[in-house]
T-cell receptor, first 111, second 109 residues
Framework: DGGITQSPKYLFRKEGQNVTLSCEQNLNHDAMYWYRQDPGQGLRLIYYSQIVNDFQKGDIAEGYSVSREKKESFPLTVTSAQKNPTAFYLC??????????FGAGTRLSVL | GIQVEQSPPDLILQEGANSTLRCNFSDSVNNLQWFHQNPWGQLINLFYIPSGTKQNGRLSATTVATERYSLLYISSSQTTDSGVYFCAPRMDSSYKLIFGSGTRLLVRP
């Protein structure tokens, strides 16, 4: 089945630890995105990538890093510099600037 | 940047009722998507509607880009319609979707 796969579904981070969230798509989409959702809020853009080996900061990029070495994959690392990482993280992809499709999300909590 | 306001913030309906959700945006947009977020957090695409009207079963949407608003109509609501509805316009020359705070809908049996 074509789609966007995020893993893991749940993730726990210890103090001072970096953690990486996986996002893989087999839709042959060129653009990929990471959003953060806090309880009761809308989504905010962290990073996005329009093509392989290129990415741009979104509105809340501080404390996060990404890479785009393959078209299918866009992993997000939550670094220890992100002081409030507890949130729901959603990955999306699209063909150009057209319809964005979302994965099922990863819930990150701090131990 | 562009501001997106959704109303009402919360809505409770009896099963079978109709409703209209509104999305106002502060700048010209290139396109607009409506999503339904289910209780498990999954975002489901409802409409991609930069302008005009579209219908899909009991749901329909209208965007009037020149007046900077979009409407989502839900007819004959069902309990499975419960969740949060988001509109997300995209600005000209940008890939970014800008999300509103959503409308939280609860449909009671």
């Amino acid at each position: 089945d074509g789609g966007i796969t995020q893993s893991p579904k749940y993730l726990f981070r210890k103090e001072g630890q970096n953690v990486t969230l996986s996002c893989e798509q087999n839709l042959n989409h060129d653009a990929m995105y990471w959003y953060r959702q806090d309880p009761g809020q809308g989504l905010r853009l962290i990073y996005y990538s329009q093509i392989v080996n290129d990415f741009q900061k979104g509105d809340i990029a501080e404390g996060y890093s990404v890479s785009r070495e393959k078209k299918e994959s866009f992993p997000l690392t939550v670094t220890s510099a992100q002081k409030n990482p507890t949130a729901f993280y959603l990955c999306a992809s699209s063909i150009g600037g057209n319809i964005q499709y979302f994965g099922a999300g990863t819930r990150l909590s701090v131990l | 940047g562009i501001q997106v306001e959704q109303s009402p913030p919360d809505l409770i309906l009896q099963e079978g009722a109709n409703s209209t959700l509104r999305c106002n945006f502060s700048d010209s947009v290139n396109n607009l998507q409506w999503f339904h977020q289910n209780p498990w957090g999954q975002l489901i695409n409802l409409f991609y509607i930069p302008s005009g009207t579209k219908q899909n079963g009991r749901l329909s949407a209208t965007t009037v880009a020149t007046e900077r608003y979009s409407l989502l109509y839900i007819s004959s609501s069902q309990t499975t319609d419960s969740g949060v509805y988001f509109c997300a316009p995209r600005m000209d020359s940008s890939y970014k979707l800008i999300f509103g705070s959503g409308t939280r809908l609860l449909v009671r049996p």
